[in-house]
């Protein structure tokens, strides 16, 4: 059975933002069309390095649609960044900007979406303390996602202090924008389950409902494997495929990828589950009957994997060009994207100290 291939790339094309430096009344305009959104939503990413396919199909897309949607902020979480990377902390600020020109690339727009630095808003930090006076080790220590990071990352019992109180910080970040949704997968629901002891918590010392519980907001699209199919992607691992891969290296990538250790020849019958070729081809590839198709050719015998492959990277080729042709564009202008951040972190802080304030009254702690 011969699959000739008509594949046509499934990128949205999109439109160029103009993201020129925004003035003074665009950042106005920006605050007072989010704020008649109802539901406002908080997401972002680690600082420690540039953003790979994974996190393209597991957020990036879903935040270009929540953005016209709900009031969006989205945090460069360089702080948190910093708990496993404290004693390498280039790691982390030489990646700021790095990933702001992914989110740009993709198709964030800064007129729709705040996107902001968290150690330039302090009101986190403090609310960060204040917080962790109502919560216990031990029930730091019961967290699923800390438990199951503690034990990838094998740091024994030299957790780092930051570490291991991630949950109080993710906390202070959701409320202080007052976000009701946050978009994740399953394996962090405890965190939001934590965040919203916290919440209920302060509402009980303050009296009143000064804090909103929040909700998750969950992905149906699958974790994206590493390329290796073995383990988590990690850039230092090699596993993975960067928003900025040059087509040289996503030839390079999809070449290495684990398919079916079975199939060994075009003739052989091979196993479609468990084959990264086929789960990339199934989260990239437009055209769902096209995939289905050559799933059955491949069960049955008569595909190659090198056919495969082929497909696959040709499919990765369409769809990463513009998103690279793009980023090339934002990270040439480094203070453009400075100038985003800035503006964005601005409008954060009025909003997050405006939650401190109400925080430290609930304490009794504004004295003056």
Known sequence: MQVKSNFKPNVKCIDSVEVNCLDKQESVQLATDLSTKKEKVLTGDRATGQLHLGHYVGSLQQRVKLQDMYHQTILVADMQ????????????????LNVVADYLAVGIDPLKTRI??????????????????LVSISRLERNPTVKNEIRSKSFGRSIPAGFLTYPISQAADITAFN???VPVGEDQLPMLEQTNEIVRRLNHIAGSAILTECKPLLSKVSRLPSTDGLSKMSKSMGNTIMLSASEREITKAVKSM???PGHLRVEDTGKVEGNVVFTYLDAFHPDIDYILRLKEQYRCGGLGDGK???ILEECLQETLKPIRERRAMFI??????IDILKRGTEQAQEESNRVLTSVKQAFGLNLF
């Open 308 to 310: 495969t492959k082929k």
């Open 332 to 337: 040439d202008d480094k203070a453009q994207l």
């Open 116 to 133: 902001c630095l968290q150690s330039a808003i302090p009101a986190l930090a403090e609310l960060t303390m204040y917080y962790s006076n």
């Open 258 to 260: 684990y398919t079916d």
């Open 179 to 181: 976000a009701t949704l």
């Open 81 to 96: 960044g910093l708990t496993d990377n404290g004693h390498q902390p280039q790691k982390v600020a030489s990646n700021i």
